[in-house]
């Protein structure tokens, strides 16, 4: 099979959502159960904890992670209940639906085996960029600025399935990394509204890379801004293709108050909150 452009990629992506030979990525049951008990505003602390619990992985996770150095307190955190007494349910929500993110990252061919490799280090990356960044805007969740980041690169793993069938771009790796950068903004679009996450969310995948995206300079800075800044910054001075865009047109620095000698990733705090983000998410 050969296709002449992207948009024809694009549409044998459809095609096969259409009769059902391609499975988006979803959220494992753990993570929907505790957003929406959290959603619902009802659950107790020992509810949410019994949900967290039927996943071991999820729960021996989340323990490590709130003794990092991220969000350790006085004292070790032994259980998934106290764990949500000191980091509160929306907190913990954004944990786990992060930590179920993190097996969807994962693939049994060995050929493509780098390839997820690589995007999940590449949305750690960007991830913890993000967080760090989220200090820059006080009206917006710097855990939930994290989950952005995590998700920015999600519309890459359909593509990595369909791959597995297509010879073209499997054996040849420089061609497979041109239309995984191409096509997987549209795709990561389809993937979140399937998901159906907070609408503050729900464009950051699709819309990061786009310099002309339109964000109004008078308005608050959003997840995307956030994401879009720490994506430039991740690439800096790297042979990323974006790497050679002036960020001085970009909306999203201005909006974090960056003027266009800032070294962002200098910036008293920055290196040491990305170093914990990191340290909390490479697993």
């Known amino acids: 099979m050969q296709f002449k452009s992207i948009n024809d990629f694009l549409v044998h992506v459809k095609t096969e959502l259409e009769h059902n030979r391609l499975v988006l990525p979803s959220l494992p049951d753990t993570a929907l159960k505790v957003r929406d008990a959290v959603n619902k505003g009802t659950a107790s602390a020992h509810d949410i904890a019994d949900i967290i619990t039927t996943d071991a992985v999820i729960s021996t996770r989340l323990i490590q992670i709130a003794n990092s150095p991220l969000y ?3 004292t070790e955190i032994k259980s998934i209940q106290l764990a949500i007494s000191r980091l509160g349910n929306n907190t913990i929500r954004t944990l786990v639906t992060s930590l179920a993110i993190r097996q969807l990252f994962s693939t049994q061919s060995k050929a493509l085996e780098n390839h997820y490799k690589k995007i ?5 990356n960007v991830a913890s960029i993000s967080r760090a960044l989220s200090s820059f805007t006080p009206h917006l ?3 939930e600025a994290m989950l952005a980041g995590l998700i920015h690169q999600i519309g890459k793993l359909p593509i990595l399935v369909l791959v597995e069938n297509l010879p073209e771009f499997k054996d040849h790796p420089a061609r497979l990394e041109k239309l995984l950068e191409k096509a997987h903004r549209p795709i990561a679009k389809i ?3 399937s998901w159906n996450v907070p609408n503050d969310l729900k464009l ?5 890379g786009n310099i002309n995206y339109n964000s109004e300079i ?6 995307i801004d956030i994401v879009q800044v720490a994506f430039f910054q991740s690439i800096a001075r790297t042979n990323h293709p974006a790497s050679k865009i002036d960020t001085d047109t970009l909306l999203s620095f201005q909006k974090l108050g960056f003027s266009s000698d800032t070294e962002v990733l200098e910036i008293k705090g920055i290196p040491e909150t990305i170093k914990k983000t990191k340290a909390s998410l490479s697993f």
């Open 141 to 143: 969740s710097a855990d």
């Open 120 to 124: 999940w280090s590449n949305s750690i």
């Open 72 to 74: 350790s307190g006085n």
């Open 204 to 208: 950051v995948a699709s819309e990061y």
């Open 191 to 193: 993937i979140m509204n």
């Open 218 to 223: 008078n308005l608050p800075a959003s997840y």
